[in-house]
């Protein structure tokens, strides 16, 4: 049972355009993290975020944080074939992190 | 190393086989976490060690799944019985502790046939 709901589920756009995968809970977690999962590999920590209401930008990667700390978005600028991959939100709650069923992005050369 | 390392990468059983999926993490993480990652979900939690205690494994699914870190440092993951709906991948993740990213190994596919 997935506790944090993402949207959408799957996200196939052409390189260059711009994309914004949502995480949604109705419970409010310590900390929110976000993953980039590749085929055949473990997730790979992107960003954590603590603060409601905080920013945080990687480069063509913005991650925003709700007030409420219950979601969150990921917005990528220009995205590249690079890209591509399963992103996964996690909330923390202590040492748990309770994951999202992901969202699948290709991005199109 | 520098990574943690999970073996074996694939493994299939027959069903009603026993199983151990082995974890390296980094070192000198003390924490140190299963998932378990069905097909088309996010990982779930299976249980969670600081140093060689067990300090929650609420999320392991039956009896027959069994898990230990006797030195503090590498982890087996022991599966008894397999059944199919065992089948999925199992990810071990190592944090330096409570509040930190994990770091997660590249996983073991186990497929129960």
């Known amino acids: 049972t997935q506790l944090l709901e993402q949207s959408p589920q799957f996200l196939s756009i052409q390189e260059g355009e711009n994309l914004t995968v949502y995480c949604n809970s109705s419970s409010v977690f310590s900390s929110l993290q976000w993953y980039r999962q590749e085929p055949g590999e473990g997730p790979v920590l992107l960003v954590t975020v603590v603060t409601g209401g905080e920013v945080k930008k990687l480069k063509r990667l913005t991650f925003q944080f709700g007030d409420a700390r219950k979601d969150s978005s990921l917005h990528i600028t220009a995205a590249q074939p690079g890209d591509t991959g399963l992103y996964l939100c996690a909330g923390a709650d202590d040492y748990k992190l309770s994951f999202g069923a992901g969202t699948t992005v290709t991005v199109r050369a | 190393g520098a990574g943690v390392s999970q073996s074996p990468r694939y493994k299939v059983a027959k069903r009603g086989q026993d199983v151990a999926l082995r974890c390296d993490p980094i070192s000198g993480h003390v924490s140190l976490f299963w998932y378990q990652q069905a097909l088309g979900q996010g990982p779930e939690f299976l249980t969670y060690f600081q140093n060689e205690a067990q300090l929650d494994k609420s999320g392991l699914p039956s009896d027959r799944f069994f898990a230990e870190r006797p030195e503090g440092s590498v982890s087996t993951l022991k599966i008894q019985r397999t059944q199919q709906e065992d089948s999925a991948v199992y990810l071990c993740?190592?944090?330096?502790?409570?509040?930190?990213?994990?770091?997660f190994g590249s996983g073991t596919r186990l497929t129960v046939v």
């Open positions: 993740a190592s944090s330096p502790g409570t509040g930190y990213g994990y770091t």
